[in-house]
């Protein structure tokens, strides 16, 4: 097989989102609006610092979008860096995912304003954002007195603080829209986490891999770590056919080369044990090229290669992160000293037995990374510190007001499977108001309660891998739906927009026909209840 | 929605009644998905193409042609049974792929003969027919745990399990090859862990054992393999895979004149998928196998001529194999599952039919079905059976002895069971 260019077709978009509006500098002073027609536009500072921007259409009736970004990496990257280099570090306001257009003309069609801020630090930051929408939304209500309903919406980690807003001021806001919303820290770092832990301690213990430094030595180390997982992952690829193993392995790493284990196996292991998608952007774990490889390239190759596309994002995202949030509860944060990743991948392991190489060689993988191995140390986390990072905002599930989730089912940042734990908390909320209402009806009269929940699944398509004439595949298409990181069209984000207005205007979400209809138009996108996308894999067997 | 007082609520509640008793009155109607009043749509997934579609790739046919003769007899109360066939190429993922089309696109009551360990599992975990309340007939997989009613609770096995084979495998071995060395060629997952415990069960002990990771099989594979057995000086060779498997040992055996005591496992022992690869037919000669239903060639066998007959009319030159017959034995245990499941068959009415009368179906199987209220187990048992000089299984002394147990720590015991004759006509009662 040819080498693979998959490490240059990664994209850091999803995790740095686009900026839109010129940031101001005086805080807590009243917008800055220029009276333009027939969308006026107005800047401000909140009271932390945050910049922020309003949009507002001469024909307001009163409902504004209130959008929460998604993470920003909180230091800057520099140049050098592969993929992510050349970051700096940004504040800017985004009141329309992305700067889309044809969203925010969607909304101003309707009479409805938009509103974001770019918020007062990058990073993990729900506390302080949270906060901060909050601050703003009085502050549009002052600025425009007509303002009576307040949509809210986010992607990834703007998808946690958009439910983290509902749940603890629902009074403020009549619909709410996380998408591509991420888990609470904790789950959310052990998968990235899980998933980097692997590749130090199989093909470079030399990766720090978290326990950074304070301050800016720990910055450093963390851009060391982003080189060495990109160069580790480079090396992978390259030697993806023959199963090699890179020069930079553990002595673990090459007891397992020398006893027959390819490398692909182990690092599709890893992803599967992490919880990471064997579907990405450009592998979709069943197609093959004409000829010998129809059947093995899909049973025995694609897995790996999706981990490997999927896998890069997750490192990359991992030790940003943990290297922010360590600097922000002052100690390392992941620890998998009790974690059984046999008892994770028990439900994989034979479907993807082929692509594992056999249980002998998972066998020999998952006792090389067992605890008991002192060649596969685990990471200890400091007590200390994950008292503080277990203080800082988590979101219970519940569900306050009418929501529309939306996530594809192979994000590889946020999984399908934190929007499934919202789902399946909600079926258990539900039951009880139904019981609730079931039991007032004697006295009060029976009133089924409304359901506050539309889940929008964004599947990736039946297959999409494509192979070039001599049989390679192509990794220069763009990424097929339902892969990538809030991987979203313009169509899918306005279905979401419609659906939060319409819900606050009648308190109830779409259904039944109208519904269906509007799902179809707005194209790959599933409202079926029978999926099930599983919850992440730190949560445990659920 | 608004407030409802008690006394609407009554009112309500009366006038569903009333809408309810009507509903009875009334003749076949649409009441499930994939049923309406003149069909009944099932699906199925298995591989169609590819290295791994040899022989299994003619069972959608064998159902077809039964379900063809049914339809042309009147359905099932009036309904005729439309089967989708869909082509996963026993890749897991694709069996996702594809088990979502049929359920949402071409929305099938219920999934019939799946086949393969990890495509049923993926299925299983990635798809949820269980959540969904889809039924998943008579699955074409042999591993024990897809028995687990709490696991999966609307999935049916037919095929005896690995474990029970395994264990009818050893007890065999114990009377007839007391004293030999003993090789094991495995499939390196579930299907070999079955097989495995099956034989710990019954305290088979081996010489050497050989695993080989699924879609790794060939003749280079197959080469390694033979020195492995040539080195353990192996009297007796279990072959215990797939057919493409089966095939890659035996035609490489034949070319290196390496001539074991062949003993082959009933998920690769069909004789027609075999000689198909170019594998002579005299290399199964003399060679030990194992099947739930009967000799392919039995003509005398009233369940065998009726199957033969109408296979032959339905896809005329199409040999009658095994994995023909299981098809076909398949399709009409389904026919009664949804005749048992009453007038107007629901999803739940039929799951249920099985469990109730399961059991008591007619079947060409000469071992019992361990349907019931609490079990989804399917056959459990197997004759012994030596290849002839033509390739094809027959029973040992020309007599079907066969041997029942579990995919426990039960025993291996002569069964005792009766077939149930052949309902008139092959159709459901």
């Known amino acids: 097989m040819k080498k693979v260019r998959l490490l240059s077709l990664l994209s850091v978009t999803a995790l740095v989102t686009t900026v839109l509006v010129t940031a101001p500098t005086i805080a807590n002073a009243a917008p800055a609006c220029d009276g333009k027609s027939p969308i006026q536009s107005c800047v401000g500072v909140t009271s932390d610092g945050a910049p922020y921007a309003m949009q507002v259409p001469a024909n307001f009736n009163g409902t504004v979008a209130l959008y929460s970004h998604g993470y920003r990496f909180n230091v800057d990257i520099p140049a050098g860096i592969p993929l992510i280099g050349g970051y700096k570090i940004t504040n800017t306001p985004e009141p329309i995912p992305g700067g889309n257009m044809a969203v925010a003309q969607y909304f101003f069609s309707q009479g409805v304003a938009i509103v974001g801020s770019g918020f007062a630090r990058q990073g993990w930051n729900p506390d302080s954002a949270i906060k901060t929408n909050v601050e703003l939304i009085d502050t549009f209500k002052k600025q425009f007195p007509k303002t009576t309903k307040v949509v809210a919406w986010g992607s990834s980690l703007g998808g946690v603080i958009t439910q983290g807003l509902a749940e603890k001021y629902p009074e403020l806001i009549s619909a709410a829209a996380p998408m591509c919303m991420a888990d609470n820290i904790t789950p959310q770092l052990t998968m990235a986490g899980d998933f980097l832990w692997g590749v130090k301690v199989l093909f470079d213990p030399t990766i720090k891999g978290g326990n950074y430094s304070a301050g800016a030595a720990g910055v450093g180390e963390s851009y060391t770590d982003l080189v060495k997982v990109f160069t580790v992952m480079g090396k992978l690829q390259a030697a993806l056919a023959t199963g090699a193993w890179p020069d930079t392995s553990s002595a673990t790493g090459k007891a397992l080369a020398a006893a027959g284990v390819p490398s692909r196996s182990a690092l599709l292991l890893l992803g599967l044990m992490a919880g990471l998608p064997t579907q990405s952007a450009h592998f979709d774990s069943i197609s093959g090229p004409e000829g010998a490889l129809k059947l093995t390239f899909p049973l025995a190759l694609s897995p790996a290669l999706a981990i490997l596309e999927n896998g890069t994002e997750a490192a990359a995202l991992a030790i940003m992160a943990t290297q922010d949030v360590e600097n922000q509860v002052g100690g390392a944060i992941f620890d998998n000293t009790k974690t059984d990743y046999a008892a994770r991948v028990d439900g994989e392991r034979v479907i993807y037995n082929a692509a594992l190489s056999g249980n002998t060689v998972i066998d020999a993988l998952l006792g090389a990374l067992s605890a008991a191995n002192p060649g596969a140390p685990r990471a200890v986390a400091n007590p200390a510190a994950v008292a503080k990072m277990n203080a800082l905002h988590s979101n219970t599930g519940k569900i306050n007001v009418p929501t529309v989730l939306m996530v594809g089912m192979a994000d590889p940042i946020t999984p399908a499977g934190a929007s499934q734990r919202l789902v399946d908390l909600y079926a258990e909320q539900y039951a009880a108001e139904k019981a609730a209402a079931f039991k007032a009806y004697r006295t009060s009269g029976y009133a089924a309660p409304a359901n506050k929940l539309l889940m929008l699944w964004n599947p990736s398509p039946d297959s999409y891998t494509k192979f070039n004439e001599a049989g390679s595949p192509i990794t220069s298409t763009p990424a097929a739906q339902g892969t990538r990181h809030c991987n979203f069209t313009s169509a899918q984000l306005v279905l979401v927009a419609k659906s939060m207005v319409q819900a606050s205007n009648t308190g109830k979400l779409p259904s039944g026909g109208a519904l269906y209809t509007a799902v179809r138009k707005a194209g790959n996108l599933s409202v079926d209840k029978g999926i099930r996308a599983p919850w992440l894999k730190s949560y445990g067997d659920n | 929605m608004k407030a409802m007082n008690r006394r609407k609520l009554i009112t309500a509640s009366a006038v569903l009644a009333v809408v309810g008793l009507a509903a009875t009155a009334l003749p076949a109607q649409a009441a499930e998905v994939g049923v309406s009043s003149t069909q009944i749509k099932l699906g199925m997934t298995l591989p169609m193409t590819g290295t791994a579609s040899l022989g299994y790739n003619k069972i959608p046919g064998a159902a077809k042609a039964y379900f063809d003769y049914l339809n042309a007899n009147g359905g099932i109360n009036g309904r005729k049974i439309t089967l989708v066939v869909k082509d996963d190429r026993y890749?897991?993922?694709?069996?996702?792929?594809?088990?979502?089309?049929?359920?949402?696109?071409?929305?099938?009551?219920?999934?019939?003969?799946?086949?393969?360990?990890?495509?049923?599992?993926?299925?299983?975990?990635?798809?949820?027919?269980?959540?969904?309340?889809?039924?998943?007939?008579?699955?074409?997989?042999?591993?024990?745990?897809?028995?687990?009613?709490?696991?999966?609770p609307t999935?049916?096995?037919?095929?005896?399990?690995?474990?029970?084979?395994?264990?009818?495998?050893?007890?065999?071995?114990?009377?007839?090859?007391?004293?030999?060395?003993?090789?094991?060629?495995?499939?390196?997952?579930?299907?070999?862990?079955?097989?495995?415990?099956?034989?710990?069960?019954?305290?088979?002990?081996?010489?050497?054992?050989?695993?080989?990771?699924?879609?790794s099989q060939g003749a280079a594979a197959a080469a390694g393999w033979i020195t492995k057995f040539k080195a353990a000086e192996a009297d007796v060779v279990i072959l215990f895979g797939v057919s493409s498997a089966t095939s890659a040992m035996l035609g490489v055996a034949a070319q290196l004149k390496y001539a074991p005591q062949w003993m082959l496992g009933s998920v690769g022992g069909d004789a027609t998928t075999i000689k198909l690869t170019g594998v002579p037919a005299g290399v199964l000669y003399n060679a030990i196998g194992f099947s739930p239903v009967p000799a392919t060639t039995d003509m005398n066998d009233e369940y065998v001529k009726f199957f033969s007959d109408i296979y032959a009319k339905a896809l005329p030159g199409s040999a009658f194999d095994l994995n023909v017959l299981l098809g076909m034995n398949t399709a009409f245990m389904t026919a009664q599952a949804l005749k048992a499941a009453g007038p107007n068959p629901t999803r739940k009415s039929l799951m249920a039919a099985i469990d109730s009368k399961g059991a008591t179906f007619a079947s060409s199987a000469l071992v019992p079905a361990g349907y019931s209220k609490t079990s989804h187990v399917g056959l459990t048992g197997y004759w012994v059976g030596k290849y002839a000089p033509t390739g094809d299984l027959a029973p040992i002394g020309g007599t079907y002895v066969t041997y029942t147990t579990d995919s426990g720590s039960g025993p291996v015991v002569k069964s005792t069971y009766k077939r149930p004759p052949m309902p008139a006509k092959g159709l459901p009662n």
């Open chain 2, 91 to 152: 890749v897991p993922t694709e069996a996702v792929s594809k088990t979502n089309e049929l359920i949402l696109k071409d929305k099938v009551m219920a999934l019939l003969a799946p086949l393969g360990t990890a495509n049923v599992k993926a299925v299983a975990s990635s798809v949820n027919p269980a959540r969904r309340g889809i039924p998943v007939l008579f699955i074409n997989t042999g591993f024990s745990g897809f028995a687990d009613t709490k696991k999966y």
């Open chain 2, 155 to 215: 999935t049916y096995t037919v095929l005896p399990s690995y474990v029970m084979e395994a264990k009818i495998m050893g007890e065999y071995i114990k009377e007839n090859f007391a004293g030999k060395k003993i090789g094991l060629l495995y499939q390196d997952d579930d299907f070999g862990v079955d097989a495995l415990a099956g034989f710990k069960a019954a305290g088979t002990t081996f010489a050497i054992k050989v695993p080989y990771a699924s879609g």
